[in-house]
């Protein structure tokens, strides 16, 4: 049974006095703008990862223009497609500093400035630099904000929102492909790149609707979810503060004390200021840097000291063992969905299927049923009665099963039932937010989940051409699925073990609070 992260007690920013006065419900939470930011992260999913999901009709026409090697040629999507997901961690930095909203507008720049120029490309090395890492970083700048906002917005209908949210990918790899096929038909490679350039910019608006919630409506937030749970509310403010002491989290007299300081320094420079409202406009102007950089830098230490006490402090969140099994099953989990859709034309092609496949692909039947696999399991996530964890390890074992015996279906009804099977289970990517916030807190969701799709990141990245070399060396695509179906077999073992973990936790703690 999946404990939630106040029986954890991982929830590092929760503040023990929250809930002590009724505070009146934001109706931005679960309702109002919450609803314009799924809008928002529907239309980012749609941009970004509908757009990736399509490069196999760019990549055509880079093999024609270039003549370079399909391995080679192959590394600018999967650089794309990599680096979006593998800098999560550091955009964690970016949005401890800047907040959401402008942490998305600079990355929907960035990502379009990569398509733009990109459509200059004299060779596929320049496209490993504009496209690959360019673009990629600036995807990664607004995907990972598009989903840290929603989790913020919502508490009973995460799984829900979360998975309205990501079917944008479903919808983008319809939309995407069929528009990249047309700019191309129309306008050729490059003044394609170069318009879904301009679409891109759209990321911008994206990024702007994403308003941060106010402190009041965070502490409203946290007062809703305590009193959701009154029965265990003691039990579970005891068992953080343990948490907390035994992490060496730093107390507030300390956090207040440094507050104290930098106010102190911005209202002498502001003094200073008024001051010299005599002297001549160049101290003036000379003094409006002065504080604006005294700002900067506060801003700058404070986001700084967040984000790394997140990965190296003594509150560091591999300090939460049920997280670390959660990161080595992420390092296996996302090559197991993207092998699928490099291999199956060439399984369709040596079963003699293509007359069939060409009426009906099977990688559109995966598409298609993943849109409504993100929903449906969202929707059973959030009942009282079911367990999110449950969900998700029942679309793990589903999903698993279905890599390891696709290679034994060789007639295009099977497969097509596999596929069916394959796209509905994967809509676990919707639960992957909800998940991750239960185990380390909505404060700590930007780097905890930075880390996620980081380790997502390095399955996409290696786990295709991995699968490719497999091919080389055995001429036979089976041992591809079976190999990365034990992998990721490997990965959800190690959730299974995470109740173990938590009955072990406080057995360690009562041990050495005994020794004391």
């Not at 270039?66 to 999967?78: D, E, H, P, Y």
């Amino acid at each position: 049974m999946y404990a939630s992260r106040e029986d954890i007690g991982y929830d590092f920013g929760d503040d023990s006095k929250v809930g002590s006065k009724p505070v009146k419900p934001n109706p931005n939470i679960d309702g109002g703008w919450a609803w314009m930011i799924v809008l928002s992260s529907f239309l980012v999913h749609i941009l970004i990862m509908g757009s990736q999901m399509a490069l196999g009709i760019l990549n055509m026409e880079w093999l024609e223009e270039f003549n370079q090697s399909r391995g080679l040629t192959a590394w600018v999507s999967s650089l794309s497609m990599g680096i979006t997901l593998i800098v999560g961690p550091f955009i964690g930095l970016f949005i401890s500093m800047c907040g959401c909203r402008k942490t998305a507008i600079i990355g929907g720049i960035l990502n379009a400035l990569g398509w733009i120029l990109s459509a200059y490309a004299s060779n596929v090395h320049y496209l490993f630099l504009t496209f690959g890492v360019t673009a990629g970083i600036g995807s990664g700048m607004v995907y990972l904000p598009a989903v840290v906002m929603v989790g913020q917005y919502f508490q009973k209908r995460r799984a829900l929102a979360q998975g309205l949210s990501t079917t944008g990918t479903g919808f983008g790899a319809f939309l995407m492909t069929a528009l990249l096929k047309y700019l191309c038909i129309e306008f050729g490679w490059r003044n394609a790149m170069f318009i879904q350039g301009a679409i891109s910019l759209n990321l911008c608006v994206c990024g702007a609707l994403m308003r941060p919630l106010s402190h009041k409506d965070i502490v409203s937030e946290k007062y809703i979810v305590r009193s959701n749970s009154e029965d265990n509310q003691e039990k579970v403010l005891s068992h953080s503060a343990e948490t907390i002491k035994s992490n060496g989290v730093l107390s507030e007299e300390p956090e207040k004390k440094e507050a104290a300081t930098n106010e102190e320094v911005l209202d002498s420079v502001q003094h200073i200021e008024i001051g010299g409202k005599s002297r001549s406009g160049r101290n003036m102007y000379g003094l409006r840097i002065l504080k604006t950089v005294s700002q900067l830098t506060v801003t700058v230490r404070k986001g700084f000291a967040i984000w790394y006490s997140s990965y190296f402090g003594a509150a560091s969140l591999f300090t939460n063992r049920v997280f670390v099994a959660f990161i080595i099953w992420a390092l296996f989990a996302y090559s197991s969905f993207v092998i699928p859709f490099i291999h199956l034309p060439e399984i369709v092609k040596q079963y003699n299927l293509s007359s069939q496949n060409n009426i009906f692909p099977l990688t559109s039947i995966i598409a298609i049923v993943h849109i409504f696999g993100k929903v449906i399991l969202g929707i059973i996530s959030d009942l009282p009665c079911i367990s999110t964890w449950n969900v998700f390890l029942m679309a793990n074992f589903t999903l698993v099963t279905c890599i390891l015996t696709l290679p034994l279906m060789q007639t295009y009804i099977s497969l097509a039932v596999v596929c069916a099977l394959i796209g509905f289970s994967s809509g676990y990517f919707s639960l992957m937010p909800v998940v991750t916030e239960d185990l380390v807190g909505t404060k700590h969701l930007a780097n905890a989940y930075g880390i996620i799709i980081c380790a997502n990141g390095i399955s996409a990245l290696f786990g295709p051409p991995f699968a490719g070399w497999i091919y080389d060396i055995t001429h036979k695509y089976d041992f591809s699925f079976y190999i990365s179906g034990l992998l990721y077999m490997v990965g959800i073992i190690f959730l299974l073990i995470q109740p173990c973990i938590q009955k072990k936790q406080p057995r360690e703690k009562s041990t050495e609070e005994a020794q004391v």
